[in-house]
């Protein structure tokens, strides 16, 4: 158990629907990054947030957002949803810097139908 | 750009047998470079990192890795193979001017009884 925590499990949903994405950091974890793994892309970066701020974008679509709260959790909002967003999404977490490992959660397997 | 390559899709080995995972990597700085093993739905767990000093990195359940900066790899080696190893691994790299952390697309190690 890595010590950070990701809800929902599981979540299923249709087309053009919102949904968001919870993940809670182990203790003392600064930064929170969220990743998109699918079969056919990977593990795709998707942002990275850093004690409330972003700092780093990747291959993020415009229909989907973040952020980090005061007290450190993060949210994954991903908006009109398209059947090619079904995926694993996973955050990770660290303590701050690019030189720290990062920590993953068990995923939010995502169903778009 | 940062880039990370696996070129082996799958890897097969006997249980007993030494086994390596290839990864070589592209940035423009000195690397930080990572392994991380996947379980079936499970969450990446770390292996191991190299960030800077020997160039033999040792990490958990016996793994270990070289980095070989001529050659801009990072090959992920056990001297003996067990059937508990069989999972997905993936090579990362990051920068040291930089916060993205690009992963490679997977290798999935099977270890044969």
């Known amino acids: 158990d890595s010590g950070v925590t990701q809800t929902p499990k599981h979540l299923i949903t249709a087309t053009g629907q919102r949904v968001t994405l919870r993940c809670s950091p182990r203790s003392g974890d600064l930064s929170v990054y969220w990743y998109q793994q699918s079969l056919d892309q990977g593990l795709q970066f998707l942002i990275q947030?850093?004690?409330?701020?972003?700092?780093a974008k990747g291959n993020i679509l415009e229909r989907f957002s973040a952020q980090q709260f005061p007290d450190l959790h993060s949210e994954l909002n991903l908006s009109s949803l398209e059947l090619g967003d079904s995926a694993l999404y996973f955050c990770?977490?660290?303590?701050?810097?690019?030189?720290?490992?990062?920590?993953f959660g068990p995923g939010t397997r995502l169903t778009v139908l | 750009a940062q880039s990370v390559a696996q070129p082996e899709d799958q890897v097969n080995v006997a249980e007993g047998n030494p086994l390596t995972v290839k990864c070589t990597y592209s940035?423009?700085?000195?690397?930080?470079l990572f392994w991380y093993v996947q379980y079936p739905n499970r969450g990446l767990q770390f292996l191991l990192k190299y960030i800077t000093g020997d160039n033999l990195v040792k990490g958990s359940y016996g793994f270990e890795a070289e980095f070989n900066k001529s050659q801009t790899s990072f090959h992920l080696k056990k001297p003996s193979a067990l059937v508990s190893d069989s999972a997905l691994y993936f090579c990362a790299v990051r920068d040291n001017g930089g916060f993205k952390t690009i992963f490679g697309a997977g290798t999935r190690l099977f270890v044969k009884a």
């Open positions: 947030y850093y004690n409330g701020e972003e700092r």
């Open positions: 940035v423009s700085g000195n690397p930080y």
């Open positions: 990770a977490t660290s303590l701050a810097g690019s030189t720290d490992t990062q920590y």
